[in-house]
């Protein structure tokens, strides 16, 4: 850029009388509120307040909804079973642990979980993690149909207690981890007829 | 002379010394937690090489909390009129930076955790819920900051929704054992602790070195909110010092008629715009 395109530079106007005034020594106002070009959406303070409360309330029912759905993540097997009736098809979570006997036919997994002293048979389309094996805790997402929880989503829990394994058992635990699957071979299967409920 | 202020590097900025400390210490310690965590800490009886993530996982989501929680402090001391200072506002704001990237990372290394163990990637459990709020929580809160123009309306409504956003953290902390929960409980943060041996040293160490690195960014972050404020204090400066001698001086006849001092009508421009940098001092113009 040279001298003579600084003297006439084309990017801002002119100056005007207000803008002469305020060069000659009136104090500029800076202040966000005082620039040009800024025009507030809701002008007034009562129609911006209802907007907040209007959003407020939107956000507030979300929540609601959302921490009501999650503060009841899941229902012991004892719950479960106790509510059955009403429950009918509704689809909800149960949580209990695997017990032996994980039987595999096709795509579908037929174990069963106990909680509560009560146990659940379990017919499940869902594939589960690694960890998946008997001993277990397990929540799973389905409903009731008869005495029998179908369900599409295994997931499977583990605690808050961690344990260093020696090599060889850490291996065999892995193996294990892998291969659930393998339980159903050293273990009596047992179908959804096999323990219903009790 | 007045002008040449703001292109002169300012004063030096405090910390020096221990900010270096901190980063090198933050860089050292994670090393070690990567060395000990993938290869010396042995695997675990149920999860087996799973484990490892329990060296990155929990010390994330701590500091994540952390940032929150001196959010809601310098929050608290800005709001109380005896403590107010701006230096309080700059702190709450770092803190709740470092404190969202956490939290988001904290979401994504869960949900990776979450996929290989549960089986899912996500759940609306107790939980993940309140801590996807929180996330959601500190978005608003750095949103709120930058759509106040007043510093003083700014400092205000944004200490309110740190408030708002500690609760959400107690909340959150105490979801596990208040409510039934995919997630699991606590580990560490009770009389007895449920790990032990190495699995425990390599997650203190994790703690330690995550808890360094973020006193290096929070540090790094208030820094340079000084740096903005001294932007744009000096910016606005010499914006109006270089309008009030172009009005001082003799060319001010018109348009495309600067002065001796060479301004021209291009800072006048910039004295009623936003932007205080695009003001071009005569040192610079003469430059060029």
Not at chain 1, 26 to 38: I, N, Y
Not at chain 2, 197 to 213: C, E, R
């Amino acid at each position: 850029m040279t001298t003579a395109d600084l003297r006439d530079p084309p990017g801002p106007p002119a100056l005007n009388g207000q803008a002469h005034q305020a060069a000659l020594g009136a104090p500029l106002d800076l202040r966000a509120s005082a620039r040009p070009g800024r025009r507030r959406v809701l002008a007034s303070r009562r129609q911006r307040l209802m907007a907040g409360a209007v959003l407020l309330a939107a956000l507030g029912y979300l929540l609601a909804q959302g921490l009501t759905d999650a503060m009841n993540y899941y229902l012991t097997v004892k719950q479960a079973v106790a509510q059955r009736p009403v429950l009918g098809n509704k689809d909800f979570r149960i949580q209990g642990t695997v017990v032996r006997g994980i039987r595999q036919q096709g795509r579908d997994l037929y174990f069963s979980i106990t909680g509560g002293g009560l146990s659940v048979a379990v017919v499940s389309t869902g594939s589960p993690s690694q960890l998946f094996r008997a001993g277990m805790p397990v929540v799973l997402a389905g409903h009731w149909s008869g005495t029998v929880f179908e369900s599409d989503q295994i997931m499977v829990q583990h605690g808050s207690s961690y344990v260093e394994a020696p090599a060889r058992k850490a291996a065999g635990a892995r193996k294990a981890a892998v291969a659930p699957k393998e339980d159903a071979g050293q273990t009596a299967a047992v179908g959804p007829e096999g323990r219903s409920a009790s | 002379m007045r002008y040449s202020k703001a292109s002169e590097p300012g004063p030096a900025l405090g910390h020096q010394h221990l900010r270096r400390a901190l980063g090198w210490s933050a860089i050292v310690t994670l090393a070690l937690t990567a060395w000990w965590g993938l290869l010396i800490s042995p695997p675990d009886v149920v999860q087996g090489q799973l484990v490892r993530i329990l060296y990155l996982h929990p010390a994330v989501a701590t500091m994540c909390y952390a940032g929150f929680g001196l959010c809601t402090l310098a929050s608290l001391a800005w709001l109380w009129s005896r403590t107010r200072s701006r230096r309080w506002d700059r702190l709450a704001v770092a803190g709740a930076e470092v404190g969202s990237v956490f939290c988001l990372v904290t979401l994504v290394t869960g949900s990776i955790w979450g996929r290989a163990t549960w089986g899912v990637w996500w759940t609306w459990d107790p939980r993940l819920t309140l801590t996807a709020i929180l996330f959601a929580m500190s978005l608003g809160y750095l949103a709120l900051r930058r759509s106040i123009d007043n510093s003083h309306a700014r400092s205000v409504a944004s200490s309110v929704v740190a408030l708002l956003m500690a609760l959400t953290v107690v909340v959150d902390h105490y979801a596990t054992s208040w409510w039934n929960s995919l997630h699991q409980g606590t580990t560490l943060w009770k009389p007895d602790p449920t790990v032990h041996g190495w699995q425990l040293a390599t997650m203190l160490l994790s703690f330690l070195a995550f808890g360094l690195l973020t006193a290096w960014v929070v540090l790094h972050r208030y820094q340079l909110e000084v740096l903005e404020d001294r932007y744009e204090q000096e910016g606005t400066q010499v914006a109006l010092a270089a309008r009030r001698s172009e009005a001082a001086s003799p060319g001010l006849a018109g348009p495309g008629q600067p002065g001796p001092s060479g301004p021209g009508s291009d800072l006048t421009g910039a004295a009623t715009r936003d932007e205080p940098s695009t003001a071009k001092t005569p040192s610079e113009l003469g430059a060029r």
